[in-house]
């Protein structure tokens, strides 16, 4: 595997191997590689003659206030892990040389980034689309894959793709899951095992909300009432918000149907989980 951290190098790089005929799958990431990562790379690997993995923790997506410094970082790792998991390519670039003085241009997808994490992250999603176009513009993939754990992000992405007329195919994957159910994330280093136990409230929510929706309870007013009296059991929970959406509007829904995605923001300390499924799809093991 090659590390590259040179923006112009890399660019020339990914232009020749298109020129040569390459197909080029793309996992874009923030490091701290866990097993969800992993299962982009894996799929990925089977997508494209080329896997290319970014690992950028990019500023312009944190707010003033967020963990943008605290952040995780293990390059060192990650690139042990990346090799193994067959990855050809591991862009690693400096924040910068990707946004150099009198960078003054941002891509901002409307409509879709005013609703839930939109809400109380103010910014967040146009430093999400800018980085992935200039990634994008960089790397030129074929297929680039997102985990769904992201919906919001996922969903803004393929918009940006669809309205911008990008020549790659964007591929969802679901959440990978702790054996114990929490939503695999680089953030849960930060939870101690207190927090963690408490955590694991997203997962039992989702799966009570899956039953009572399965079991023909279709008032999202009702399903989220009893979301919010359960998480409010634990201590340190402080929701962000719990709504039901439609998958691809991602705007409130007052009866489920097959489009219905509840999704959860929830902060334990000072660590702000999320979480989501399709509330009549079978229950997350
Ligand atoms: O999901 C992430 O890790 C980041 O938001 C992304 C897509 C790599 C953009 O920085």
Redesign the pocket.
């Known amino acids: 595997m090659e590390i590259i951290q040179d923006i112009q190098a890399f660019q020339q790089r990914m232009l020749a191997e298109r020129q040569q005929g390459k197909t080029i799958s793309f996992v874009?990431?923030?490091g701290f590689l866990h097993q969800g990562h992993l299962s982009l790379l894996e799929e990925g690997r089977g997508r494209g003659d080329l896997l290319v993995l970014?690992i950028?923790?990019?500023p312009i997506?944190f707010g003033p206030n967020e963990d943008f410094d605290s952040y995780p970082r293990a390059l060192q790792r990650d690139a042990e892990l990346a090799a193994k998991t067959g990855v050809d390519i591991l862009f690693a670039p400096d924040a910068e040389a990707m946004y150099p003085p009198g960078c003054a241009t941002s891509v901002q997808v409307s409509g879709l980034t005013e609703n839930l994490c939109g809400a109380s992250r103010p910014g967040h999603f146009d430093?999400?689309t800018t980085?992935?176009n200039k990634?994008f513009n960089l790397v030129q993939p074929h297929v680039a894959l997102?985990?769904m754990k992201?919906f919001q992000?996922l969903a803004v992405?393929r918009k940006m793709v669809a309205d911008l007329n990008m020549p790659v195919k964007i591929i969802g994957m679901p959440i990978v899951r702790e054996a114990d159910g929490l939503a695999m994330s680089?953030r849960n280093t930060y939870l101690s095992p207190e927090l963690r136990q408490q955590g694991l409230a997203l997962i039992a929510t989702i799966r009570t909300l899956c039953a009572a929706a399965v079991a023909g309870q279709r008032d999202a007013a009702t399903l989220i009432a009893q979301a919010r009296d359960f998480i409010t059991t634990q201590p340190d929970a402080r929701i962000d918000y719990i709504q039901i959406c439609h998958d691809e509007t991602l705007q409130d829904m007052d009866t489920v149907d097959e489009h219905s995605v509840v999704l959860l923001a929830v902060r334990f300390g000072e660590t702000r989980l999320i979480d989501n499924h399709y509330l009549l799809q079978p229950e997350p093991a």
């Open positions: 874009p990431t923030m970014s950028f923790v990019n997506q430093g999400v980085v992935v990634l997102f985990g992201d992000q992405i680089s």
